[in-house]
């Protein structure tokens, strides 16, 4: 016999041999309050991450038919993203180095004078990339945390 173990709704899952015995919450139920019979072993209140949010954020987009949903999300603070992203050069070399950005990306991006004009290149290449996950450790890991604040807003409007 092995025990599968608790599911978010609090199921467990028993196997014999010749048998499978589901306990606990199986009477499609809606989890209580926490502490109550059937209840979830997850805190409804826990914080969700930025990523997690950004992933349901991106899903309704698409359930509201957005063609690219990582593109409608950037849109009304694309202009932003483009003035107040420091150091591009660096932010395209980190985004390289966890191969989201090819060699020839990356020389686009620095191929460009100003900033401004680095970060439209890299945004759009981001974007129609679908790669908003992989800029988020990037943004932080390259000094931009202003940037992730904007994102933040973006996911909690």
Same mark, same amino acid.
């Given at each position: +016999?092995?025990? *599968?173990?608790? *599911?978010? #709704?609090?199921? =467990?899952?028993?196997?014999?041999? #010749? ?37 349901? @954020?991106?899903? *309704?987009?698409?359930? $509201? ?7 409608? =999300?950037?849109? #009304?603070? +694309?202009?932003? =993203?483009?003035?107040?992203? #420091? ?5 395209? $070399? ?15 991006? %620095?191929? @460009? ?19 908003? =996950? ?5 943004? %932080? ?7 992730? %604040? ?8």
């Amino acid at each position: +016999m092995s025990v *599968n173990g608790i *599911n978010n #709704t609090g199921t =467990f899952t028993v196997h014999n041999l #010749t048998s499978t015995v589901i306990t606990g919450n199986h009477n499609n139920q809606s989890p209580q309050e926490p502490n109550q019979p059937g209840a979830s072993r997850t805190n409804p209140n826990e914080k969700k991450t930025l990523r997690e949010k950004l992933e349901a @954020k991106l899903r *309704n987009l698409e359930l $509201d038919g957005a063609i690219n949903p990582h593109e409608e =999300f950037c849109r #009304t603070k +694309m202009t932003i =993203f483009y003035s107040e992203t #420091t150091n591009p050069d660096n932010l395209a $070399d980190k985004l390289y180095e966890v191969k989201t950005l090819s060699k020839q990306d990356v020389e686009k991006v %620095k191929s @460009k004078v100003w900033n401004y004009e680095k970060n439209a290149a890299l945004y759009d290449i981001v974007v129609s990339k679908r790669a908003l =996950f992989e800029l988020l450790e990037a943004l %932080k890991t390259s000094g931009n945390e202003n940037i992730l %604040k904007l994102i933040e807003e973006l996911v909690e409007s």
